[in-house]
Each structure stands twice: as C-alpha cells, then as structure tokens.
C-alpha cells in the first residue's frame, strides 16, 4: 500500500540538542517525500521537499535525504530551539495521484 | 501575498444538522483539496477539486460533499452530522496540480465540534 510511519512521540529535548525524526515509507512508485511542521494553533507548513532519489531537502536548520534504498527519509536537526516545539508530519504523495499520505505525526517539545 | 483563507475558525453543530466550510486558495494556485485531522492524528484526504470538478476522492462517505467556484475558491460540505465528524478542516492548495513538486499550501483549518 501506501503508506508513512514514523517514529512515535513526543520527543523531549534541551535546546541545542541533536535531532532526529525517524520516517520511512512503502515503496510503491516514486514518490515525493515532505516534512509538514505544525505549531501549536496553527495550520500545516512545508518545512522542506525531496522529489526523487538521494535528493537532500533542507530548510531553517532541518535536512533529510530520500533514500530509496532504505525507504527512508529521516529528520535532523543539528542544533533544536525551543521555537522548534511543534508537531512534525511526514508525508508522501501517492503513485499516480495529488494525494498526500500523512505519517501520524510526531510531537517535539525542546526545552530551554 | 495572502496563503490560503479558511472561515470560520471554529464552528459548533448539533448531530443532524449540515456544515458548509470555506476556502480561498493561495494567489495563483487552482487545485484545491481538503483534509480531516482528528485529534492527535494525521490529516486524511477527503477530496480535491480542480477546473470546478471533483477529481479525486479519499475514503469519505457521500455525506462529504464539495464545490469550487470560477475564481477557485471552494466549500466543503458536510450532511447528517455525527459526533465522529468532530475535527480539523484543512483546506490545502496547489498550482497547476503538481502537488508532486510543490507539496500543499495549507490554511490554519476549521475547528468543527458537533455535539
């Protein structure tokens, strides 16, 4: 099918710390791979993008790399601000279709 | 440059009753599909629009019903509401379709509670 999982929170962290948000998906087509940001009250933003394989999305400080032989396409941040704290999405689009699958979300809260 | 505009912000509804929401996509975006988050989850695709016709739909009974006007704008419209309907509306718009490469503008959503 198409599917997202990713790792499940929430996730605690003190500021300055490494991140890591693990997301993998199932390898049906070629997909394009989002990380979607949630903050607190508000909608979905798109954080960054990668459209096919060993392409290196990144944006504010967050970097993942599609990686089809994985089927990976995992989070980092080297250094996490508490302006970080938000829900974290990743998501696929679906072969053949506008559709994008959502992973379950996983909730980060950095800590100062 | 406004984004995407939903309204209202939150609603509250009986069981029964009907539900009508809003969007205006972002300047220069014509697709337009809306999203179900319930609490604590994912958003799922309800359906999206595109040249004022419904070109794909998600796992939702034909209770979920929409529309996109000339200037794509859209509503989203929901009969014989249940407490299960009870969820964030996101509203989500793209240029020309290519969701593939651009991903979604999303709007900050609908809060709808039935009760």
């Known amino acids: 099918g198409n599917s997202v999982t990713q790792m499940e929170g929430p996730v605690t962290l003190s500021e300055e710390a490494f991140l890591t948000i693990n997301c993998t998906y199932t390898?049906?087509?070629?997909?394009?791979l989002f990380w979607y940001v949630q903050y607190p009250g508000e909608g979905l933003q798109l954080l960054l993008k990668?459209?096919?394989?060993?392409d290196k999305g990144s944006n504010k400080g967050f970097e993942a790399t599609y990686r089809k032989e994985t089927t990976s396409f995992h989070l980092e941040k080297g250094s996490v601000q508490v302006s970080d704290s938000a829900v974290y999405f990743c998501?696929?689009?679906?072969?053949?279709?506008?559709?994008?699958?959502f992973g379950k979300g996983t909730k980060l809260t950095v800590n100062p | 440059d406004a984004g995407v505009t939903q309204s209202p912000t939150h609603l509250i509804k009986t069981r029964g009753q009907q539900v009508t929401l809003r969007c205006s996509p972002k300047?220069?975006?014509?697709?337009v599909s809306w999203y179900q988050q319930a609490l604590g989850q994912g958003p799922q695709f309800i359906f999206q629009?595109?040249?004022?016709?419904?070109?794909q739909r998600g796992n939702f009974p034909d209770r979920f019903s929409g529309h996109q006007f000339p200037n794509y704008s859209s509503e989203l419209n929901v009969n014989a509401l249940l407490l299960g309907d009870s969820a964030l509306y996101l509203c989500?718009?793209?240029?020309?379709?290519?969701?593939?490469?651009?991903?979604?503008?999303f709007g900050s959503g609908t809060r709808l509670t039935v009760v």
């Open positions: 990668a459209t096919k394989a060993d």
């Open positions: 300047s220069g975006h014509d697709t």
């Open positions: 390898a049906t087509g070629y997909p394009s």
């Open positions: 998501v696929r689009t679906q072969g053949g279709s506008e559709k994008l699958v």
């Open positions: 629009y595109y040249e004022e016709e419904e070109r």
């Open positions: 989500a718009s793209s240029p020309d379709r290519r969701t593939y490469f651009y991903g979604y503008t």
